[in-house]
């Protein structure tokens, strides 16, 4: 899945979701899917997380981007859609922000940080 990741997800967009009750553990599931040149939507990455707190939140996604960049130095995706969690959105911004990655949300609202 990393292969994916660092192929589609450079300079492009990536889908973020959270699932709730997949697993004995109670952990939410998130899921990060890259799209590939004919629209096809490939598994990038899949992470059991503790919560669903901002602070969770930007913990795996800061490990996520440092293991990208291990790869690939100057690895960014351009912007991530998702619900509209706040928590997802504050940690995207908080991980991603100085790079100018856009949010999306599927309530239509799209916001730029930087």
């Known amino acids: 899945m990393l292969a994916n990741m660092l192929k589609y997800g450079n ?23 890259v799209m590939d040149a004919f629209g ?4 990038a990455f899949m992470i059991l997380c503790q919560g669903v707190s901002e602070e969770d939140i ?14 690939l130095h100057d690895w960014m995706c351009s912007s991530v859609m998702l619900d509209d969690a706040i928590a997802e959105i504050n940690a995207i911004k908080a991980v991603f922000g100085p790079y100018g990655v856009r949010v999306s949300s599927a309530s239509g609202m799209s916001r730029g940080h930087g």
Request: charge should be positive; avoid cysteine.
């Open 40 to 43: 096809n939507g490939l598994p």
């Open 11 to 33: 300079n492009n967009l990536i889908l973020l979701d959270a699932t709730f009750g997949t697993n004995h553990m109670k952990m939410p599931l998130y899921t990060g899917l």
């Open 58 to 71: 930007t913990t795996w996604l800061t490990a996520l981007l440092k293991k990208l960049r291990r790869e």
